[in-house]
C-alpha cells in the first residue's frame, strides 16, 4: 500500500464535484455559480437570498432531487458492480448479471399492466429485483457444482433469460396506445420524472447496501481470490457471498427501480476505479461511488440539454459506454490479467 | 471415492512429502487436510481435535495453505496478497492492524522480497509469486503450512530455492506438507515420503526407506532409473 490512494480519490471527488456544479447550472433555465453558492449559503444559514424565487424553485425543487438521484443511483449502480465484479472474480460482470435488472424490469411492466400508481410500479420493480436474484441464488444453491460462483453466474443468465421472456410477453399484450409507451420509456431509463418523495426509498436502501460492502471492504479482498484459497485464509466464503450479493442487490434493485434500466455504469465505472487507485476494495469502493455518481449525472445533464427532447439514460449510457469499453479492452492488460 | 483406510500424521519441525500419480487422490487428501472437504468417512484432527470442530478463522491460525502459482484476476499489490494471509486474525469488519502490518512486512522481509511489496502480483515472475505465497502462508502464523505443488512451473534454480524454504520453516518449528511430482524434491527436502497410488497409502516413512527404486516403479507404473554420487552417496532418480 505504498502507492498512495490520495491522487485517485482526489481525481474522484474533483469529478463529481465539477458534475454537481454543471447539474446545477446547465440546462433551460440556466443558473450561474454565483447564485448557485449563493442560494446553498442562504439556505444552509438560514438567511434569506437575494436571488429571485424561480432560481431558488430550479435549484431546490427541478434540478435538486434529479440530481440527489443521479448520484445516489450512479453511486449504488458503480459500488454494486464493484462488488460483484470482485465477487465472481471476473471483470465482465455487471450488477444485473443475477438478474436484478431484469427482475426489476418484469415487476415494473407488470405494476404499468396492472395500471399501478408510481409507488406501485416502483415497489414491483424493487420487490421484482430482489425476488430474481433470490430465485437466481436459490437454484444456483441447489446445483452442487465444484466451482459454485460459476453455477450462480450461468443460472443468473439463464434466469435473465426467463424473465427477459416475461418481459416481452407482458408487452405484447399490453395496451399499444398508453401502457406500452410507459413501459418501453420505463426499460430505457429516465430520471426526468423524479421527485423530493422518490428519494426516501431510494435513499434508503442505497445507503444500508453500500454501508454493508463498504464494512466488509477487507473481505472483499479476500472474496476475490479463487473459492478455495478464500476458505484456506479463514474466511466462510458462503455466508459472505450470500450478505455481499444480497447488500449489491439492494442497492440495485432501489436504483433500478426509482430510474428504470440504465446500463454500462455498473459495468465501466468500476475499471475507471481500478485504474485509478488499484484493486484494493478499501480505496476502491469510495472512489467507484465517486466517479458513477458523477458520471450518471454528466449523463443525466447531457439527457436534459442534448437535444429538445429528454433522451433516455439507458441510449447515453450505451452511446458512451460502448466506445470507452473498448478503448478500457484494448489496453485491459494494464488494470487487471 | 478415493481415500480409503489412510492415515497421515504430520508433526511440527518435519516435512512431509506427498507422493503419487496423476489421479492417485493427492489433492483429494490435502484438500481434505486442510478441512475444504469433508471427508468421506474418518476424520482428520489437529491437535487431537477435529477439523470441522475449528471455525474457519480458528483453523486458518493453524493451517496456511499454498495453492500452485496462479495469476489472480485482478492485480493487488504484493503487500495487499501478503496482507490478506491476516485475515483469520481480524474480525469480519477489521481493517488490518499495525501488528497485521508488521507481521506481513515481516514475512516479505524472510523470504528477502520486501523490495517487491509495491509492484502488482500479477506482474511477477512465478518464482517471485511462489515467494510472495509463501510470505502470505507465514504471515497467517500457522503451525503447519501445506504446499499443492510448490515447485511446479518454476525454473531449476527457483526450485532449489523453494525446497530450501521448506526446510527452513521446518527448522523454525513449522509442520510441512507438501505434494510434488519429483521424487528428488522429496529426497532433498523432506523428512518423510507418504506414496499414494489409485486412493491408497503405498508406502510411507523416512524418505531414504521409501524412496527406493522399486517403490517409486511401484508407484508410478513405470520404469526408474537410480544415479549415485561415488563421493557423497547421494541418489537421484530418473524416469527411466
Request: hydrophobic share 50%.
Amino acid at each position: 500500500m505504498t502507492r498512495s490512494a490520495l491522487p485517485g480519490l482526489g481525481i474522484a471527488t474533483a469529478f463529481i464535484v465539477v458534475g454537481l456544479i454543471t447539474a446545477f447550472t446547465v440546462g433551460r433555465y440556466p443558473v450561474s455559480l454565483a447564485e448557485l453558492i449563493d442560494v446553498l449559503g442562504a439556505h444552509l444559514s438560514g438567511r434569506p437570498s437575494a436571488a429571485p424565487p424561480a432560481v431558488e424553485n430550479v435549484i431546490f425543487l427541478v434540478r435538486g432531487p434529479r440530481v440527489v438521484a443521479a448520484v445516489l443511483i450512479g453511486a449504488a449502480l458503480a459500488v454494486a458492480g464493484t462488488a460483484f465484479q470482485g465477487l465472481f472474480r471476473n471483470p465482465l460482470v455487471s450488477p444485473d448479471i443475477l438478474g436484478a435488472s431484469s427482475g426489476a424490469a418484469l415487476g415494473a411492466v407488470l405494476g404499468i399492466f396492472f395500471s399501478l400508481g408510481v409507488v406501485g410500479i416502483e415497489s414491483f420493480a424493487f420487490l421484482g429485483g430482489i425476488a430474481a436474484v433470490a430465485a437466481v441464488y436459490c437454484v444456483g444453491s441447489l446445483l452442487r457444482a465444484r466451482d459454485p460462483v460459476l453455477v450462480l453466474v450461468l443460472t443468473g443468465v439463464v434466469i435473465g433469460a426467463l424473465l427477459g421472456a416475461g418481459v416481452g410477453l407482458v408487452k405484447y399484450l399490453a395496451d399499444p396506445y398508453n401502457q406500452l409507451p410507459a413501459m418501453t420509456f420505463w426499460l430505457l431509463g429516465s430520471l426526468a420524472s423524479t421527485t423530493a418523495s422518490d428519494l426516501v426509498p431510494l435513499a434508503g436502501p442505497v445507503l444500508l447496501g453500500s454501508a454493508v460492502l463498504v464494512a466488509l471492504r477487507w473481505r472483499m479482498n479476500v472474496m476475490s481470490l479463487p473459492e478455495e484459497e478464500a476458505r484456506a485464509l479463514g474466511v466462510s466464503t458462503g455466508p459472505l457471498r450470500i450478505a455481499i450479493v444480497a447488500a449489491a442487490t439492494l442497492v440495485t434493485s432501489a436504483s433500478v427501480a426509482t430510474s428504470g434500466i440504465i446500463g454500462w455504469v455498473g459495468l465501466v465505472v468500476p475499471h475507471l476505479a481500478r485504474a485509478l487507485v488499484g484493486p484494493d476494495f478499501p480505496r476502491l469502493l469510495p472512489t467507484a461511488a465517486l466517479l458513477g455518481g458523477g458520471y450518471l449525472l454528466f449523463i443525466d445533464t447531457l439527457a436534459r440539454v442534448a437535444a429538445p427532447v429528454e433522451i433516455p439514460l439507458g441510449i447515453l449510457t450505451a452511446v458512451i459506454g460502448t466506445p470507452f469499453f473498448i478503448w478500457l479492452l484494448a489496453g485491459m492488460q494494464r488494470t487487471w490479467s | 471415492m478415493i481415500g480409503r483406510e489412510l492415515e497421515v500424521t504430520l508433526s511440527r519441525g518435519e516435512v512431509l512429502a506427498l507422493l503419487g500419480p496423476n489421479g492417485s487422490g493427492k489433492t483429494t487428501l490435502l484438500k481434505t487436510l486442510l478441512g475444504l472437504i469433508a471427508p468421506l468417512e474418518g476424520f482428520a484432527l489437529i491437535d487431537d481435535k477435529p477439523l470441522s470442530a475449528y471455525t474457519a478463522a480458528a483453523r486458518a491460525r493453524r493451517i496456511a495453505y499454498v495453492p500452485q502459482v496462479h495469476v489472480p484476476t485482478f492485480a493487488f499489490t504484493v503487500e495487499s496478497i501478503v496482507l490478506m494471509g491476516r485475515t483469520a486474525h481480524g474480525n469480519l469488519f477489521s481493517a488490518p492492524s499495525s501488528a497485521d502490518r508488521a507481521a506481513a512486512s515481516e514475512a516479505l522481509a524472510r523470504f528477502g522480497i520486501t523490495a517487491l511489496s509495491a509492484r502488482p502480483y500479477t506482474m511477477l515472475s512465478g518464482g517471485e509469486r511462489q515467494l510472495v505465497l509463501l510470505a502470505r502462508a507465514l504471515a497467517q502464523e500457522p503451525q503447519y503450512i501445506v504446499l499443492d505443488e510448490p515447485t511446479a512451473n518454476l525454473d531449476f534454480g527457483n526450485q532449489g530455492k523453494v525446497m530450501r524454504e521448506l526446510r527452513a520453516l521446518a527448522a523454525a518449528g513449522h509442520g510441512v506438507l507438501f505434494t510434488t511430482h519429483d521424487p528428488n524434491h522429496a529426497l532433498r527436502a523432506a523428512d518423510r515420503a507418504f506414496l499414494m497410488r489409485e486412493g491408497k497409502c503405498l508406502a510411507e516413512g523416512p524418505v531414504r526407506d521409501v524412496l527406493t527404486r522399486p517403490q517409486l516403479e511401484a508407484l508410478y507404473g513405470a520404469p526408474v532409473e537410480t544415479l549415485t554420487d561415488p563421493a557423497t552417496g547421494a541418489t537421484a532418480f530418473l524416469p527411466g
